[in-house]
C-alpha cells in the first residue's frame, strides 16, 4: 500500500530525511528524552510508511531499557526492520557511526509482532471495487490466489508480511487473513459463515415489518412493543433501539426490528446481512394492495424470506379483508386459506386485536422453517442502528446471528473496530454475553458503524486495528476510483466532437445542458446512522440532469455549529432528520450566514422540501412556445419611402385569434400548415401607434423584417422563448423525482 506506492527508492530517501530531520536530537549526545523526541521525529518522517492509524502511536511504542532505546516499528518490511533493529542506526551517518559504511549485522532480530506491509505487487495497485470473491475459515493460499487472480507468490508475500507463516501453497488461513490479503489485492469480499457447530440450539425468528405507507407498520409495531417482554421487566422501552422481543407465555419469543419501511430492509441487504427471517406484510383492510405492498412483496421474495400477511384496521367500519385476500392472491400470494403457505392474520393496531394470533402465526412459520443456530464459538452479527451517546460513545443495536458475542472481545465492525466494553440487553441491563437473535446494545466502538454491517472477533486488538485500517483504505482508494471514473466520464460527455459543425442538435443541447448543471450542497444529520443512509440515499434520487445533490457530509446528531461553519465554506444547506432543534446559538448563526436548516420528521415532506429547492435552483431549458395567434386580414404596401427610411415596407393586417403578440418576438408564417417564413417582428402597431404588445381579438398590422411574402389567409404565430423549470414529481406509491 503505502509502501508501495513511495517506491523502492523512495524509502531510504525517506529513512534519511527522516534521520537528517531527527539529527538536531542527536541521538548519541542527548539525554534520553531527547534521543525519543528525535526518534520520534524520524518515526513521524516515515510516514510514507507508517499509515496514518500508527502514528498517534507511535511514541507508545518508544521504550527505554537502561539507555537503549527500543522502537518498534509498525508497519514497516521485515527489512527495514532490520535497519531500525540493529544499533548501529541503519548504516546511516550518526555521531557514532565511525566509517562511512556501518556493517549490518546478518541476523538481526525482528519485533516480535511482525507489522503488516503487504509487497509490492508487479501489476499496477488498482482497485477493483467490482470484483467480489467468498472467502472461508481454512481456505488455502492457492485457493484464495485462484479466486484473487494473483500468483501464490504474491498471496504469500502479502500473507508474511502480515505476519504470518505462508510455508506451503496449502496453508489454510484464517478469514481475517484471507480478508486483509483481498483487500492488498484490490477485491471485495464476501465472508461465507459456517452453519456447521458443535451446540446447534433452537432460536428465535428475526422480523421485520413492510407494507404500504400508512397502511399501520409503525402503530402495528407500536402494539407489539407493548406486549414485549422488556416493555413489563422495564415498565416500557423508553428509547428506540432498533429492535425488541416479544416473550411468549410458551416461553418462545420473537424478535422484531423495529424500523419499518423497504429502505432499512434494502440497506441491510444491501451489505449482505441476511438478518431477517420472516417478513410482516402489514395490509390496510380499507385501502388494499397499493404500490408499496407490492415492492415489499418483491424484496420478501427476492431476499427468499417467507411473508406472513397481517391485514390491519381490521377495526374500521370501511374494512374490507376478503378484498385484500383476493388482491394478494391475484399478485400471485399463495394464500393458506386457498391452498397455500402464506398464513393470513386479521389484525387492528388501534384496537390490538388479533396481536396473539399473529404472534402464534409467526411461531409456526419459525417452526416450519426449522430456525437453529450455533451457540458456541465466535459470534457472527449485525448492526441493526448505531447512535452516539455524549456519555457512553458509540452505542450499537447489534442481533446475533450465530454463536456467542462476548463481553471484553475485539471486533471490527464495517470499517470500524474496538473492543465491546459493555452488554445490554433491550430492558437495559448489563449481560455477560449474547446469543443468537438477541437484540443487544453494546459499547465500546471507536466509530460509528453502518445498519447492516457485520461484527466480526477478532483475536487481538493488532488485527482489529489492522483489519478496520485495511478495510477504510480499500473503501476510500475504491471511492477515489468511482470518483475518478465519474470524472472522466463527465469529461468524455463535456467533450466538443472533432466535427462539432455535423453535431446532432439534440447531442448538443445535451451537452449545454450538462455542462449548466448545478450542485446543490448539503449536510444530512439523522438521529440513527440507519436513517442517515436511508436519508442520504433517498435525496440522491432527486438528482437529475440539471441539478444534483452532492452530499458533503452525513453524520448522526443534531445540527451544530461545526456544521453550520461546514454549510458556510461550501454554500449548502443543513438537513436535520428526526433530530432535536438546534441549540439557540446555532440557529441564531445559521440565519447571520444566510445558511438554511431544514428540519423534518417525515422522509416524503423532507424530499418535497429539497425537491421545490433543486427546482428553483435549476437553470431551465430554454423552450420555444407558441405565445400568440393571428389570422392575416388585409396586406398593406408602404411605397416610395425614402432612401434613409429604407425599402418598401409590407405591412400585415391582422386579428389576433389567441394568445398575445408581444413586438420582441420571433414571428412564423403558416400557410395551408406548412411554413413558409420565419423572422424578428420589426414593427407592430395598433390604430397607427407602435405597441409593446397586442391581446386577443385586437387587430394590428405587423412587420416582419425581411419579409415581404404575406398571403390573405396566412396564420402569423408569435414565438416566445421560455424557460422552462424541471418539476418535482411524487407518485402514488410514494416515489419521488425530478422531472426535467
Ligand atoms: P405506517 O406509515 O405504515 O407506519 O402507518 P402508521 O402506523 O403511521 O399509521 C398510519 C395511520 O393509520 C395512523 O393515523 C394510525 O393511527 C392509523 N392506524 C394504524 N393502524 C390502525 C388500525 O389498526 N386501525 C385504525 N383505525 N387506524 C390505524
Redesign the pocket.
Known amino acids: 500500500m503505502a509502501w508501495r506506492a513511495l517506491g523502492r527508492k523512495g524509502v531510504p530517501a525517506s529513512v534519511s530525511k527522516a534521520w537528517t530531520v531527527s539529527s538536531k536530537y542527536s541521538v548519541a549526545s542527548c539525554g534520553v528524552q531527547d534521543s525519543a523526541k528525535a526518534l520520534s521525529a524520524a518515526v513521524r518522517h516515515l510516514h510514507g510508511f507508517c499509515p496514518a492509524a500508527a502514528l498517534p502511536t507511535a511514541d507508545k511504542y518508544l521504550t527505554f531499557s537502561g539507555d537503549r532505546l527500543l522502537i518498534r516499528c509498525f508497519h514497516a518490511t521485515p527489512e527495514l526492520q532490520i535497519s531500525f533493529t540493529g544499533d548501529k542506526s541503519a548504516g546511516m551517518k550518526s555521531k557514532n557511526t565511525k566509517g562511512k559504511f556501518s556493517k549490518r549485522k546478518k541476523e538481526p532480530k525482528l519485533a516480535v509482532e511482525t507489522p503488516y506491509v503487504p509487497p509490492r505487487l508487479k501489476r499496477a495497485a488498482k482497485s477493483l471495487p467490482d470484483k467480489t470473491i467468498e472467502i472461508f475459515e481454512g481456505m488455502s493460499i492457492l485457493e484464495l490466489a485462484k479466486r484473487c487472480g494473483e500468483s501464490t507468490t504474491t498471496i504469500q508475500n502479502i500473507i508474511i508480511n502480515v505476519g504470518e507463516k505462508a510455508d506451503s501453497e496449502f496453508d489454510a488461513l484464517s478469514t481475517d487473513i484471507a480478508e486483509l490479503v483481498a483487500m492488498e489485492v484490490g477485491v471485495n469480499v464476501r465472508r461465507l459463515h459456517s452453519d456447521k457447530g458443535v451446540r446447534m440450539v433452537p432460536r428465535p425468528p428475526v422480523v421485520t415489518v413492510m407494507?404500504?405507507?400508512?397502511?399501520?407498520?409503525?402503530?402495528?409495531?407500536?402494539a407489539l412493543r407493548q406486549t414485549s417482554l422488556a416493555a413489563k421487566e422495564a415498565g416500557g422501552i423508553t428509547q428506540h433501539l432498533g429492535a425488541f422481543v416479544v416473550g411468549m407465555q410458551s416461553g418462545a419469543s420473537i424478535t422484531f426490528l423495529d424500523t419499518?419501511?423497504h429502505a432499512a430492509f434494502s440497506a441491510m441487504r444491501a451489505r449482505g446481512a441476511a438478518v431477517t427471517d420472516v417478513v410482516v406484510l402489514?395490509v390496510?383492510a380499507d385501502d388494499g394492495v397499493m404500490p408499496q405492498t407490492l415492492e415489499a412483496m418483491s424484496h420478501a421474495k427476492s431476499a427468499n424470506v417467507p411473508i406472513v400477511v397481517a391485514i390491519?384496521?381490521?377495526?374500521?367500519t370501511d374494512a374490507n379483508p376478503e378484498r385484500v385476500k383476493v388482491q394478494l392472491a391475484s399478485e400471485g400470494l399463495l394464500l393458506e386459506e386457498m391452498g397455500g403457505d402464506v398464513q393470513v392474520v386479521e389484525?387492528?393496531?388501534?384496537?390490538k386485536s388479533g396481536l396473539d394470533t399473529l404472534e402464534d402465526a409467526l411461531l409456526l412459520q419459525a417452526e416450519m422453517m426449522d430456525l437453529k443456530a450455533r451457540i458456541d464459538g465466535p459470534a457472527q452479527a449485525y448492526v441493526v442502528e448505531a447512535r452516539v451517546d455524549k456519555g457512553r460513545g458509540t452505542l450499537t443495536t447489534a442481533i446475533v446471528k450465530a454463536g456467542t458475542l462476548v463481553c471484553g472481545q475485539h471486533v471490527v465492525v464495517g470499517s470500524e473496530w474496538g473492543r465491546i466494553r459493555c452488554i445490554r440487553d433491550m430492558a437495559g441491563e448489563m449481560i455477560a454475553q449474547a446469543t443468537p437473535a438477541m437484540p443487544v446494545e453494546i459499547e465500546g466502538l471507536k466509530g460509528l458503524p453502518m445498519a447492516g454491517d457485520d461484527i466480526v472477533v477478532v483475536e487481538s486488538e493488532e488485527r482489529a486495528r489492522m483489519l478496520s485500517e485495511g478495510r477504510r483504505k480499500k473503501k476510500d482508494k475504491d471511492r477515489l476510483v468511482k470518483l475518478d471514473e465519474e470524472r472522466q466520464k463527465l469529461e468524455e460527455e463535456m467533450k466538443v466532437p472533432e466535427d462539432e459543425e455535423n453535431e446532432d442538435e439534440d447531442d448538443k443541447a445535451r451537452r449545454d445542458e450538462k455542462s449548466k448543471r448545478v450542485e446543490v450542497p448539503i449536510i444530512v444529520k439523522a438521529d440513527v446512522q440507519g436513517t442517515v443512509q436511508a436519508v442520504s440515499d433517498a435525496l440522491k434520487t432527486l438528482n437529475s440532469a440539471q441539478v444534483v445533490v452532492k452530499i458533503i457530509y452525513a453524520g448522526v446528531g443534531p445540527v451544530t455549529q461545526s456544521d453550520v461553519d461546514m454549510a458556510q465554506a461550501c454554500d449548502a444547506c443543513v438537513v436535520g432528520f428526526n433530530v432535536r432543534d438546534p441549540l439557540g446559538a446555532v440557529s441564531q448563526s445559521a440565519s447571520q450566514a444566510k445558511i438554511e436548516i431544514k428540519l423534518h420528521r417525515i422522509i416524503y415532506h423532507l424530499l418535497e422540501d429539497i425537491g421545490n429547492m433543486i427546482v428553483e435552483k435549476a437553470p431551465g431549458t430554454l423552450e420555444t412556445k407558441v405565445a400568440g395567434e393571428a389570422h392575416v386580414l388585409s396586406i398593406f404596401e408602404l411605397k416610395g419611402r425614402s432612401k434613409a427610411k429604407g425599402d418598401d415596407v409590407k405591412i400585415a393586417g391582422c386579428r389576433v385569434i389567441d394568445g398575445r403578440f408581444t413586438k420582441s418576438a420571433t414571428l412564423r408564417i403558416l400557410r395551408s400548415g406548412e411554413v413558409v417564413f420565419e423572422g424578428c417582428c420589426a414593427s407592430l402597431k395598433r390604430e397607427q401607434q407602435d405597441v409593446e404588445a397586442v391581446g386577443k381579438g385586437n387587430e394590428c398590422g405587423l412587420v416582419i423584417q425581411d419579409c415581404s411574402n404575406f398571403q390573405v389567409g396566412d396564420v402569423i404565430q408569435c414565438l416566445e422563448k421560455v424557460n422552462r423549470k424541471p418539476k418535482f414529481v411524487s407518485s402514488e406509491s410514494g416515489a419521488v423525482r425530478i422531472e426535467c
Not at 390491519?312 to 374500521?316: Q, V
Not at 389484525?347 to 384496537?351: G, T
Request: net charge neutral; glycine share 12%; charged share 25%.
Open positions: 407494507g404500504h405507507v400508512d397502511h399501520g407498520k409503525t402503530s402495528l409495531l407500536d419499518p419501511g402489514v390496510a390491519n384496521k381490521c377495526d374500521k389484525v387492528s393496531a388501534v384496537s
